[in-house]
Every structure is written in C-alpha cells, then in structure tokens.
C-alpha cells in the first residue's frame, strides 16, 4: 500500500504504523505464570468457531499471566486462556477465547495479523515471600492465579510437559458495513517457545480463581480441576502459518 507521498507502511497509519513488521513476533526474557486446569467443555464449545471442537469433554486449558520485558511490539503484560481443541486441520491446538495486555502495539498487531481477540487491561505479575501472583483486572478482578514454587524442573523435564511449537488457531474479522460485506478468518499460527539452556522453570501448588463480567464473561468457562502450576523464564517467537477458512458476514 502507497500514500500519494510515497511512503509506504506494514499497518496504519501509513506513513507512521503503530507495528512496523509482521510475524514473528520476537520476545526476549518473558516471564509467565501458568495455571494448567481442566474445564467443561461444553461451557466452551459455544464460543468456538465453526469446524472446531474441544479436544475432550474436560478439555486441558492454560491460564497464563505473563510479563514480556523486550519484543518488537513493546514491553508488556499479558493474560489469556487458551482451550485444547480439535479441528480437520489440527488434530490438537489451542484456542484462545479470552486475551489482555497492557499496551497498543500489542493489542492492534495481535488483532490485525493474529485474529486475538485482545482487549486492554490492568494486569500485575508479582513474586511474594510465599510464591509468584498474577492477576488481571478490568473493571473488576478477572483472574488471579498464586502458585507457590516447591520444585526446579529441567529443560529436559520440560520438554516432556510443553511442546517447543504450540499451535494455535483464532478468528480475524473485518466487520461487515452498510454499504459491504465483511469478512472472517479462521487463523492458524503457533508459539515457538526456545527451550534452551536459559529457560528457568518451576513447579508447585497453584489457586485459580476465575470472575465474569457481562462484558468479560471468563467465568464461562467452568473450571474442572486445577491440575498443576508452573512458572517460567524463557524466549518467544509468533508465527501466522495460514488462513485456514473464510466466512463473508452479513450486516
């Protein structure tokens, strides 16, 4: 895309986009705090996309508060939950219904190239004498997670419980206008997390308290059992592999 004055630009505005490049998206020194839970999965099936399912009726989910320090989209908090699901294409991703961060590069270039459905918040990440708490707040507290680390794991270990790529799939949209029809993607794309020698890892017991709002409403998704917690120091890429279905939306 050109402006008449000839300059050219990745996102808008042209001549000065919010995000200057596409993926990957690189993150450097992340910190993040997992709370791996089951779920019902019928309490999520209603906002999954046409042609993708949860991979069980206890789906295994991620509830994740992060802290990225560096990356080419700015430093920033994060929160999300990410479902296991199924679909023709994946036999075993992720989708993410519900995602915050803290800042406008973040938010726009997740949106425009990923199909996350971001939303701006209030988030916190922050180790006590008792462990590591994260929370998400917007209006009201959303999510909180404390885990209490009693246990190192090595990368190897690790390796065991976290795949190196995650896939991951979502929605873009390009509403629909009076005047035209708009447009829906079903985005697939993955987390490449480097698992090297830098990765620091730890394990212990974890709370998980999920709340709801009529415009936040994660308390939809009903939480089974907590399985486990983990807290994790490691580096990042994002990557968009393809479109993998488009509807046209009606006004």
């Known amino acids: 895309m050109v402006l008449k004055g000839g300059v050219r630009g990745y996102s808008i505005p042209l001549d000065s986009p919010l995000y200057p490049t596409g ?10 705090l997992i709370a791996l839970a089951t779920v019902d999965g019928a309490s ?18 991620a509830f994740w508060i992060g802290y990225y320090p560096i990356s080419n989209v700015g430093t920033y908090h994060e929160a999300l939950i990410a479902v296991q699901v199924t679909s023709k294409e994946l036999p075993l991703a992720y989708y993410i219904p519900y995602i915050y961060v803290t800042n ?4 726009t270039s997740g949106r425009e190239l990923l199909g996350a459905p971001k939303k701006l918040a209030r988030i916190k990440l922050e180790w006590s004498d008792s462990g590591v708490r994260g929370a998400l707040f917007r209006n009201s507290k959303l ?28 929605i873009r949209v390009l509403p629909p206008l009076p005047s035209s029809k708009g447009l829906a993607q079903l985005i ?46 490691f580096d990042m890429e994002l990557h ?9 939306l009606e006004v």
């Open 23 to 32: 993926t990957p998206i690189v993150y450097y020194g992340c910190r993040v």
């Open 44 to 61: 999520v099936d209603p906002v999954l996309p046409e042609g993708v399912d949860v991979a069980s009726s206890e789906p295994l989910t």
């Open 104 to 107: 406008d590069k973040a938010l």
């Open 143 to 170: 999510m909180e997670i404390t885990m209490y680390p009693k246990e190192k794991v090595d990368v190897e270990g690790l390796r065991q419980l976290l795949p190196e790529e995650i896939p991951l799939l979502s």
């Open 188 to 233: 697939q794309w993955h987390a490449k997390i480097i698992l090297d020698q830098r990765v620091r890892a730890l394990t212990g017991p974890v709370d998980l308290r999920l709340n709801g709002t009529s415009e936040d409403p994660l308390d939809r998704v009903r939480v089974r059992s907590v399985v486990s917690g983990f807290y994790l120091e």
């Open 240 to 248: 968009v592999d393809r479109v993998v279905k488009e509807w046209v």
